[in-house]
């Protein structure tokens, strides 16, 4: 049994698993169904929240580059160069080591960078070379003599990300009579309470997919939220509607090294429409060997070894349905995802909202919850990909 990154325990959804909530309870009855996101995230992270806007702090090591902005260049000991703004040059301090990625020379900072500029120390150790416009130099460590006084500080902020959880409801009425007529296919009360809480985690499926984060009337004493999707979050997007919709076996194994792999983990979970299957099906034909891991946590996943990370593919069954989705994948890290609810607003069964006159009763799954992602960069999304060769 494969173990899958960011979900509690070692198991899969079996006999002796006892659902919390109803959202658990439709996991364990039909996990690879038409919310297979929302069957993974009941054995991810999830949290309680005390407010309808929840944040979170995002932090990640800069780059620590710098970009070379002269048309004319500069020759090979020249020392003070201009530089692209960039919130990064704010670490070349004095005494910094700076290396030309494109030549290799080595430079020490001899001054506080500016905002554009950077006074340099030429030829560490060998001989000094040209610099073209757009060179890139990216800080290498940093000497200081015996004796010398410490550096300039350098700190760097946390960014806040949020985003709403949104109120689902999902209503199912039977008549009185109904109730008390008796169908050889079985108590029609019990049948529409089980299609209602198929449609309704249905809807939060596709709302944490394409939903977009707002707020209406947000000054009122009744507003309306929207919790952010994830194609309307994740701004690591590989397009290919400029390549001629194409991507081939190489373009794929790029794309993982240098884009889906780049930063997280190194197992992801690839929820795919069709077409995008069958491309990795005949990849995995060539050379991957994929492997079908039967059952991991309810979910049927197959995994695909490369030497950029594991990838675990499903074919979700909504993405068949929601049109522009089947040349489509949505890659995610799920240790960096969390399922967010309202304190005592998870998944529920509201029975009896009915009307006191009315001869029938009304019930209803409601939900307020929201996704969150603690991190982007992790996540990737693959749009337009028709073909490949």
């Keep these: 049994m494969a173990a899958i990154q960011g979900l509690r325990g070692t198991g899969q959804f079996d006999s002796d698993f006892r659902p919390k909530n109803y959202r658990e309870l439709f996991t364990l009855l039909e ?14 992270s999830s949290e309680a929240t ?6 979170n702090f995002r932090d990640e090591l800069p780059e620590r580059k710098l970009s070379i902005n002269n048309g004319a260049g500069y ?78 500080g350098v700190s760097f902020d946390a960014t806040v990300a949020s985003n709403f959880t949104q109120i689902f409801r999902t209503a199912f009425t039977v008549t009185e009579t109904l109730r008390s007529t008796n169908l050889r296919t079985g108590d029609k009360e019990d049948e529409l309470a089980t299609k209602a809480l198929k449609l309704h985690m249905s809807d939060i499926e596709r709302a944490m997919f394409f939903s977009r984060k707002h ?73 991957w060997q994929p492997t079908v891991v039967e059952g991991t946590y309810g979910v049927n996943l197959t995994q695909y070894s490369t030497f950029a990370g594991d990838l675990m593919v499903h074919l979700h069954p909504q993405f068949r349905q929601v ?8 890659i995610l890290d799920f240790p960096y995802l969390s399922y967010r609810y309202l304190e005592g607003r998870d998944t529920q069964l509201l029975r009896d909202r009915q009307a006191n006159d009315a001869d029938q009763v009304k019930h209803e799954y409601l939900t307020e919850c929201g996704l969150e992602m603690l991190q982007d960069k992790v996540h990737a999304v693959i749009k337009n990909w028709n073909l490949t060769a």
Excluded: W
């Design 31 to 44: 996990p690879n169904g038409n919310a297979p996101l929302n069957a993974l995230l009941s054995m991810a």
């Design 50 to 55: 005390d407010d309808p806007e929840f944040a």
């Design 75 to 152: 020759n090979d000991s020249a020392t003070d160069l201009v530089i692209d703004s960039g919130a990064d040059n704010l670490f070349a301090v004095a005494g910094t080591i700076v290396v030309n990625s494109a030549t290799n020379e080595v430079m020490r900072v001899s001054a506080d960078a500016g905002s554009t500029s950077l006074t340099v120390e030429r030829n560490i150790g060998g001989t000094s070379h040209a610099i073209t416009d757009g060179d890139e130099l990216f800080i290498a460590g940093s000497a200081y003599a015996e004796g010398a006084s410490s550096p300039t």
């Design 215 to 287: 707020e209406k009337d947000a000054t009122s004493a009744n507003p309306l939220r929207f919790t952010g999707g994830l194609m309307n979050t994740i701004t690591n997007v590989i397009d290919r509607s400029t390549n001629t919709n194409t991507m081939t076996e190489k373009q794929f194994d790029d794309a993982l090294i240098e884009d889906i792999f780049a930063f997280g983990s190194k197992q992801k979970i690839m929820f795919c429409g069709a077409k995008v299957a069958g491309h990795l099906q005949q990849f995995g034909k060539n050379r």
């Design 323 to 330: 049109p522009g989705m089947d040349n489509a994948a949505v």
